[in-house]
């Protein structure tokens, strides 16, 4: 990937190229199969955590 690009460790560390092919890629899907790209599990929550 990085050689593709032309980029080096430091510019495009693994931790980058695993979130764009898992969290960036499923929004991406989910916007392009559900209107407006919204989670199919919503849940209405203050940020606490147990």
Same mark, same amino acid.
Request: glycine share 14%; charged share 20%; net charge positive.
């Given at each position: 990937?990085?050689?593709?690009? +032309?980029?080096? $460790? &430091?510019?495009?560390?693994? =931790?980058?190229?695993?979130?764009? +092919?898992?969290? $960036? &890629?499923?929004?991406?899907? =989910?916007?392009?199969?559900?209107? +407006?790209?919204?989670?199919?599990?919503?849940?209405?929550?203050?940020?606490?955590?147990?």
């Amino acid at each position: 990937m990085r050689a593709r690009l +032309g980029r080096s $460790a &430091a510019q495009l560390p693994l =931790a980058c190229i695993l979130v764009g +092919g898992t969290w $960036a &890629a499923g929004r991406q899907i =989910a916007s392009e199969k559900r209107n +407006g790209g919204v989670p199919p599990v919503q849940i209405d929550s203050d940020g606490t955590v147990f």
